[in-house]
């Protein structure tokens, strides 16, 4: 492998133009020479930093106004415009950081509209009881997501994360060392910039998922007894949290991880860990659960056909589930609660998806398939036999 | 109404810097390309409606300007050649944020040295891929070359920078963090 390879790969991998295979080359090529890695480590820190702006403000509100009298030459639909920028001048400045080129800027928006979505954000220390990483971080951004709302976030690295109903991620106000990290409860779509030098971690109450670059789902919610992790393409490792040494699991492509908290519970009494791939999702239902079991997705389809991802397409999609299930879903997405006082009813199997549908004409959908009534007393419904 | 004009300026304010550094490098004169950008931004509002439909604005924006820049160039300089490709590039500031390196004022100025030691065409795209943030593709589209070209010379400069100066002793902090002794 030639330095004129190892340039070019560089030069793709810090302009965000590399391939996933290309990032791996280079990652491959550099655990084998030291001293390249030292290389790229201060090109990386010098390339990827913000650029300064050589133009003062000030510079460029003198060039808009004279552009404004230039403009009213030429189109009359431009008065109103005048007065107002002059007026407004000063409070629209203080609206965008000018020291970054513009298409950070446009990211600048986007970070400063989408959180006003957002319907908490904190910020706290970490004591000294969590992990050894996360010890070192000093400010915690945390988003609490309520049920029945979803939200966009960017983190500091320029990932992209949906964050679905009723969930918590945490995540430092800039990555520092030599791993991103993130913490979730809940459920979360990443879709990880690729960095081969700073692994991304999502944290959840069972598993660790170490990503260098790529797009998968995490469910990880307190009240249900699995733990998910989809991945639509790149390539995950996943760990268990109490063990981070034992043997990781690799997960390609369309599969799915499945992490059963009880089955983990029982297999670490006797200190055994039974990891298996099953050829058929469906089977899994029948089968006794191990700890850790993939399933392959359906092959061909869209990413946004996909059933554990379609969330972030703002659909909530079932497949031969329970109603019972289905209700704690729906509970989630709506941001109601629903009691089923009936057991027939609970093992209900139904196919579907709501879309746009409030609580009630879901529910209404729902008695084309399933005889029942329902009663709605604010936020809590109780779904009786007909 | 008022959001258009809110929308507008922020258009503006957020594009000027890198339109006019863009167009100072085929007019090689301040006054000029001030214009040059005040043209553009004209027919931006006139043709506000239709703007939605491009595909690549930061591409259409870069290829606005570089054809209204050769137009001026040709009206300027009536008796001289057509543009040759010919373009000026010089950093005067860094393309990186020195504080947030904690780089020394020495450091600072000796990277600069190396950029702008880079042959004239290898620091345009330089330039463009890291302060414009175009992408490989639409730096070969807008200076009509491969983009197999873009990734060699954008190598060229990587390896220089690096092989320009020694970081090792500019970044010992850095250094050493990378290396996991700290």
């Known amino acids: ?386 | 109404m008022h959001k258009d004009q809110k929308a507008y300026k922020e258009l503006f304010v957020s594009l000027y810097e890198n339109m006019h550094r863009f167009a100072f490098s085929i007019l090689k004169s301040k006054e000029d390309s001030e214009e040059v950008v005040s043209d553009f931004f004209i027919t931006v509002w006139q043709k506000k409606e239709t703007l939605t439909e491009i595909e690549n604005p930061k591409l259409f924006f870069f290829v606005s300007i570089k054809n209204l820049s050769i137009n001026k160039l040709s009206a300027r300089k009536k008796h001289y050649a057509a543009f040759n490709e010919e373009y000026l590039v010089h950093f005067k500031s860094p393309f990186f944020n020195p504080s947030e390196l904690m780089l020394s004022q020495e450091a600072v100025s000796k990277i600069l040295e190396a950029v702008n030691e880079l042959p004239p065409k290898c620091k345009l795209i330089f330039r463009l891929i890291k302060e414009d943030g175009l992408k490989y593709a639409d730096v070969a589209a807008l200076l009509n070359i491969s983009v197999k070209t873009v990734e060699a010379q954008m190598a060229i400069a990587v390896k220089r920078i690096s092989n320009n100066y020694n970081f090792k002793s500019h970044f010992p902090e850095i250094h050493s963090i990378l290396l996991g002794k700290k």
Not at chain 1, 70 to 92: C, G, M, P, Y
Not at chain 1, 130 to 154: D, F, H, L, S, W
Not at chain 1, 220 to 246: R, S, W
């Open chain 1, 1 to 386: 492998m030639s330095q004129e390879r190892f340039s070019i790969l560089i030069a793709k991998v810090l302009s965000d133009e590399a391939s996933l295979e290309e990032a791996a080359e280079l990652y491959v090529l550099v655990e084998k020479k030291p001293e390249w890695k030292d290389a790229f480590g201060n090109l990386q820190e010098l390339l990827t930093s913000h650029p300064v702006s050589s133009l003062p403000r000030s510079a460029t509100e003198e060039a808009y106004l004279l552009h404004l009298g230039r403009l009213k030459d030429q189109v009359n639909d431009f008065d109103a415009i005048a007065q107002d920028s002059i007026a407004h001048a000063d409070e629209d400045f203080q609206l965008y950081p000018v020291i970054r080129p513009f298409y950070r800027k446009w990211q600048v928006y986007a970070a400063v509209l989408i959180p006003l979505l957002l319907l908490s954000v904190t910020f706290y220390f970490f004591g000294k009881t969590n992990t050894v990483t996360a010890a070192t971080y000093k400010r915690i951004n945390e988003i609490n997501v309520n049920p029945g709302a979803k939200t966009k976030i960017q983190l500091p690295d320029g990932s992209h994360v949906w964050v679905n109903s009723d969930s918590k991620l945490s995540y430092p106000e800039t990555f520092k060392g030599s791993v991103r990290e993130v913490f979730l409860e809940g459920e979360a779509y990443f879709d990880v910039v690729k960095d081969p030098f700073h692994p991304f971690i999502v944290h959840t109450s069972g598993i660790d998922i170490k990503v260098l670059g790529t797009a998968f789902n995490v469910k990880a919610y307190d009240a249900e007894p699995t733990i998910e992790a989809t991945l639509i393409h790149g390539m995950i490792e996943v760990a268990k949290t109490n063990q981070p040494d034992a043997p990781k699991v690799i997960l390609k492509p369309h599969e799915k991880l499945i992490f059963n908290k009880l089955a983990n519970k029982l297999s670490d009494e006797v200190n055994t860990t039974k990891v298996q791939r099953i050829s058929n999702a469906t089977t899994l239902m029948s089968m006794i659960t191990p700890a850790i079991t993939i399933a392959p997705l359906a092959k061909n389809i869209a990413d946004t056909a996909i059933l554990e991802t379609s969330w972030v397409y703002n659909r909530l999609v079932f497949e031969d589930e329970k109603f019972e299930s289905l209700a704690v879903k729906m509970e989630r997405w709506f941001n109601v609660k629903i009691v089923i006082t009936n057991d027939k009813l609970k093992s209900y199997a139904i196919n579907g998806s709501f879309e746009n549908e409030t609580i009630e004409e879901a529910l209404k959908e729902l008695q084309y398939l399933v005889p029942f009534n329902y009663q709605m007393n604010g936020h809590d419904i109780y779904i009786n036999k007909k």
